[in-house]
């Protein structure tokens, strides 16, 4: 078997089974690692931060103050 054919094999077959596995522990360790929570809330939160008084609006650069 020539080296082009038998790597070819191995991609087609273990290195993805490996990739794929990699792939999911990542994504379970991003999302359930300790700590992560509080930092997945807090952004989650940004739109919601001025509810209750909404940010000044700002000037744009023609606008004299007054």
Known sequence: MET???L???ADS???LLL???FCGMALWVFLR???TKTYN???N???????KPTPAKKSSGEKEA
């Open 4 to 6: 082009y054919s038998l």
């Open 34 to 36: 300790p700590g992560s």
């Open 20 to 22: 794929f596995a990699f």
């Open 46 to 52: 940004i739109p919601f931060r001025h509810e209750d």
């Open 8 to 10: 070819r094999e191995f």
């Open 14 to 16: 273990w290195m993805l």
């Open 42 to 44: 807090d952004i989650a």
